[in-house]
C-alpha cells in the first residue's frame, strides 16, 4: 500500500505564497507520475498540475506561470510551488500518485487564500 502525506497548506493573502510537500511512503514513486489536484466546496476535483516519472509537467491554464510542479525522487516527494495566489485558488489539495493503472491519494491539505 502507498501512503501520501501532504503538508505546507494554509491561509496566506492574495498575492502571497505556499508551497505544498507529498512525501510518499514507498520506492513506487520513482515510476510513478505524480499530480496535484484540489476540490473547493461544491465543486468537482480538478487537476492542478502533474509531473511523470521522466520530469514532464502540466498545468491547468488557470495556474500556468503561478504554479511549479516539482519532485525529488531521492526523497520520494512531489512538491507544488505557488505563487501570487488567488481567492479562486483556495481548495482542499490533494496529492495523487499513478501507477500502472492504479492510483493513490493522500488526505487532502486546506489552502486558504484571502482577498
Known amino acids: 500500500q502507498v501512503q501520501l502525506v501532504e503538508s505546507g497548506g494554509g491561509l496566506v493573502q492574495a498575492g502571497g505564497s505556499l508551497r505544498l510537500s507529498c512525501a510518499a511512503s514507498r520506492s513506487i514513486f520513482r515510476v510513478s507520475d505524480m499530480g496535484w489536484y484540489r476540490q473547493a466546496p461544491g465543486k468537482q476535483r480538478d487537476l492542478v498540475a502533474r509531473i511523470t516519472s521522466s520530469g514532464s509537467t502540466d498545468y491547468a491554464d488557470s495556474v500556468k506561470g503561478r504554479f511549479t510542479i516539482s519532485r525529488d525522487n531521492a526523497k520520494n516527494t512531489v512538491y507544488l510551488e505557488m505563487n501570487s495566489l488567488k481567492p479562486e485558488d483556495t481548495a482542499v489539495y490533494y496529492c495523487?500518485?499513478?501507477?500502472?493503472?492504479?492510483?493513490?491519494w493522500g488526505q487532502g491539505t486546506q489552502v486558504t487564500v484571502s482577498s
Open positions: 495523487n500518485a499513478h501507477w500502472a493503472m492504479r492510483d493513490w
